[in-house]
């Protein structure tokens, strides 16, 4: 089994940057690519950005390219989101999720099988 635990979500403004974090437990961290998706009121759960088991390779939605960076530390079973340059529709519930590494980076929601509780980020205008 493994758990996902997310923190450093909050209530910004516009403009301003949040680090979030979601530390791994259960198993070996470094056998899971890990992503970040969010939720916002009344939509559907969308993909973030997701980063390899090595740390090598990420991907990113195109929204938040250039203002978001995915990164980890295998040493500390943590992936981190970095958020630079935050807008309003960046408001949305953001959960860290985990599958076991394969040949290609993914982004759909169905094939990760662990998953975090979620941290609310709300950024104000």
């Known amino acids: 089994q493994v758990q996902l635990v997310e923190s450093g979500g909050g209530l910004v403004q516009a403009g301003d940057s949040l680090r979030l974090s979601c530390a791994v437990s259960?198993?070996?961290?470094?056998?899971?690519?890990m992503s970040w998706f969010r939720q916002a009121p009344g939509k559907e759960r969308e993909f973030v950005a997701v980063?390899?088991?090595?740390?090598?390779?990420?991907l990113y939605t195109e929204s938040v390219k250039g203002r978001f960076t995915i990164s980890r530390d295998n040493a500390k079973n943590t992936v981190y989101l970095q958020m630079n340059s935050l807008k309003p529709e960046d408001t949305a519930v953001y959960s860290c999720?985990?599958?076991?590494?394969?040949?290609?980076?993914?982004?759909?929601?169905?094939?990760?099988?662990?998953w975090g509780q979620g941290t609310q980020v709300t950024v104000s205008s």
């Open positions: 999720a985990a599958v076991e590494a394969d040949s290609s980076l993914s982004r759909t929601t169905s094939r990760y099988r662990y």
């Open positions: 259960g198993r070996t961290f470094s056998r899971y690519d």
């Open positions: 980063i390899s088991r090595s740390g090598s390779s990420t």
